[in-house]
């Protein structure tokens, strides 16, 4: 028996990566996926595997900072038993090299998102009895790294986000979680290794991969097996946590 039969999912940003691994095994347990992601083609591309593959998909193209566009999304969905909010984007730099505009940027995309896909769906999963929220935060949340500072502030509220909407819809039968990732080989980390660190990207990709004490990144297919654990009803007694999933990252680098 497939684990997600009948329910309806919306992944954020799920044209790519982590999001595009997690609409692919959501669908092929049985979700019908909806992919709302700023990138329409990516959205497509992946709604076009999983409907050659049998499963059932949709393309929405959306900006998730916009709270208007993500709510007439949502209205033409109906039911929603799981969203999964991963759309994200990166900054690296400390305090002093963030920008006024680099700071909107990644609290409009990265917080500002999640909250408008929440405050779309928790009333539609309230009027259908409840659901499942899973956010990917990041090891950032919670460890100090090197030249993060906008991001981990993104991520550090995104785990906040998630701690509060559990304990709020407890009673609306609505669980809540976050993912916190260390490094996922996605075109998100060869983006901005390409972008910061111009001809030094393999001598980065390999220290970057050496953090984890595990010595490799993660591959997005492993991250999609966890969120799809969180948002089945395998994991019905399980809410208000965030799941390190990180090659030992937090306990094990010393
Ligand atoms: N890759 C990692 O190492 C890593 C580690 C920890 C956490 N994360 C988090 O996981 C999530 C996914 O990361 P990824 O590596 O798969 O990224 P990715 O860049 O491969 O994919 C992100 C997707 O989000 C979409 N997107 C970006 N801005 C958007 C917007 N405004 N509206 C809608 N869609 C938008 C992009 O078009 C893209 O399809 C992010 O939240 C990221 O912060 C990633």
Redesign the pocket.
């Known amino acids: 028996m497939s684990k997600l039969t009948g329910k309806v999912a919306i992944i ?10 997690i609409a692919e095994l959501f669908a092929a347990e049985g979700a019908h996926v909806h992919i ?4 329409a083609a ?2 497509q591309t992946v709604v076009d595997y999983i409907v050659s593959l049998g499963g059932q998909a949709a393309a929405h193209a ?4 916009n709270q208007a566009e993500v709510a007439a999304i949502v209205a033409t969905i109906g039911k929603v038993d799981i969203l999964v ?6 900054h690296v730099g400390n305090l002093e090299k963030c920008s006024e505009v680099d700071f909107e940027r990644i609290f ?3 917080v500002k ?1 999640a909250y408008n896909a929440l405050h779309a769906v928790i009333p539609v999963m309230k009027q259908h009895g409840g659901g499942a929220i899973l956010n ?5 949340a919670v460890v100090g790294i090197a030249d993060r500072f906008a ?1 981990s502030m ?2 550090g509220a ?1 785990y906040a986000m998630s701690m509060s909407v559990a304990r709020d819809y407890i009673a609306d039968n609505i669980r809540s979680n976050s ?11 060869d ?1 901005f290794i390409s972008k910061n660190y111009p001809g030094q990207e393999a001598e980065m990709f390999e220290k970057l991969s050496q953090s984890q004490p595990i010595g490799r ?2 591959k ?1 297919e492993e ?1 999609a097996r966890l969120a799809l654990f969180l948002c089945s009803d395998d994991a019905g007694f399980i809410t208000g946590n965030d799941y390190p999933i990180d090659g030992g990252f937090i306990k094990l680098n010393n």
């Open positions: 954020t940003g799920g044209g790519s990566g982590i999001g595009r691994a709302l992601d700023l990138n990516v959205g959306c900006n998730v900072s909010n991963n759309a994200g984007v990166a409009q995309v990265n998102g990917l935060a990041s090891i950032a991001y993104s991520k995104i993912i916190s990732p260390a490094r996922v080989h996605t075109p998100f980390v983006g990144m993660a997005p991250i």
